[in-house]
């Protein structure tokens, strides 16, 4: 089978999550790295695509080059996947241009930065029957498909409460407040409306509706900048409800000093409860109603098909985050072709975050900064329209 073509924008040389986007989308033999604007240095986008082995002429210096230089190349030639890995603020105007010309897509995220744009990325997704993916990749994990496989068929009955944690300690150095790889990320100017919650607060609420299989509805927050300087929050605490009737809670920080990446999830039904944590993500620790806890390890026997399809490596070795992000790549890989080829895609490919998942989580740091603001008044979370 004739591998897709992929091509993206921004993941330049020393960017932070550009390698495992190539590392993702090329192991599993699914794509070609055809054409890129990596960089906001056009010629250090341009020399670094070189190095990575994509020809001159797709080789671009930046984006707008990228879609004049892309849009009209004949099928076989063209990209059949781009990936959009540039800073927040520039997501959407990105986006929205290669949509226009009908391009499959991929977006770091969060998404936009307002509810307004992520409607209407929604609304173009569905009129050029383009997929938007949103990389939401720690969904990509084995094991936590396992979880949301163990919350569907019922192991835990219903689901009480959901406890979704992403608090790091990586900004907690006052004297780092001058620091410019840090500064920007609490200037409402360049960072939007949020900070902590926008960045890593969204990861964690995805994975509680994701695995929950229930979306958000309506939340309570609050909001702190413990290093005073910052004009946005370093730490946020949000009280949610989900629409199937689970109870949530989320912490994110930028200050938990000690705590290294600090994703955790805890999911506690009626007959069970389990726990993930990004640092370990072989494993699961599940403890049945009555039992013991058991550690689940990915590549056992016995798990979930959702599981087994999305390992590679045996028992005992590790797979990571840039293997999560492959099992994105490559469920989108099976939508597309589908696509391409009229035909209804692999259902068990059907897992990838779409336009719609980043529409609710850009709306729900909006409700998240309303709430904060006005004391933590539970706010409807929903976007208009979904609601
Ligand atoms: P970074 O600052 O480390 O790298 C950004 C890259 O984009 C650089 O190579 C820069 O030269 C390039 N760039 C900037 N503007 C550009 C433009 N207009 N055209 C082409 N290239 C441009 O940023 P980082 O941390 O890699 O974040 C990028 C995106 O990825 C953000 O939206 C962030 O939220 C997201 N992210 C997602 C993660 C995940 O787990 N899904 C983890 C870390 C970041």
Same mark, same amino acid.
């Given at each position: ?160 409460? =959901? ?29 939007? =409306? ?194």
């Amino acid at each position: 089978m004739a591998k897709l073509n992929w091509g993206m924008i921004g993941g330049g040389e020393g960017s932070q999550i550009g390698p495992a986007h190539r590392l993702g989308a090329v192991i599993d033999g699914h794509y070609d790295f055809v054409a890129g604007a990596l960089d906001f240095v056009p010629e250090k986008g341009r020399a670094f695509a070189a190095q990575l082995g994509i020809a001159g002429d797709r080789a671009y210096g930046d984006w707008k080059e990228m879609l004049a230089g892309e849009k009209d190349r004949p099928a076989g030639e063209r990209l059949d996947l781009v990936t959009i890995a540039t800073p927040n603020s520039t997501h959407f105007e990105i986006a929205e241009a290669f949509l226009q010309e009908g391009f499959n897509l991929l977006i770091e995220k969060p998404m936009t930065m307002a509810v307004e744009e992520g409607e209407r990325l929604f609304a173009l997704e569905k009129e050029k029957g383009c997929r938007v993916a949103v990389n939401y990749g720690y969904s990509g994990y084995a094991m936590v498909r396992h979880m949301r496989a163990m919350v569907a068929r019922g192991d835990l009955g219903k689901v009480r409460v =959901v406890v979704a944690e992403f608090a790091h300690g990586h900004h907690s150095d006052a004297a780092d407040a001058d620091n410019p790889r840090i500064r920007w990320r609490y200037d409402p100017a360049q960072a939007g =409306v949020s900070s902590i919650v926008a960045d890593c607060g969204i990861h964690c609420l995805h994975m509680a509706s994701f695995v929950a299989g229930q979306n958000i509805e309506k939340l309570s927050a609050d909001f702190a900048s413990t290093i005073s300087s910052r004009e946005l929050e370093d730490d946020a605490l949000i009280a949610f409800r989900m629409d199937g009737g689970t109870v949530g809670r989320c912490w994110t920080s930028a200050v938990a000093l000690g705590r290294q990446h600090g994703l955790r999830l805890q999911v506690f039904g009626e007959t069970g409860g389990m726990a993930w944590e990004q640092e370990h993500p072989n494993q699961i620790k599940w403890t049945p109603l009555g039992g013991n806890t058991e550690i689940l390890e990915r590549g056992q026997a016995g798990l979930s098909p959702e599981a087994d399809r999305a390992s590679r490596v045996t028992q005992g070795h590790a797979e990571g985050m840039p293997l999560a992000f492959a099992n994105l790549y490559s469920d989108l890989s099976e939508l597309i072709r589908a696509d391409a080829e009229g035909r209804t895609p692999d259902a068990a490919a059907d897992l990838v975050p779409d336009a719609e998942a980043g529409l609710r989580s850009v709306a729900l740091v909006h409700a998240a900064v309303k709430s904060a603001a006005d004391d933590g008044v539970w706010t409807n979370c929903v976007p208009p329209s979904l609601a």
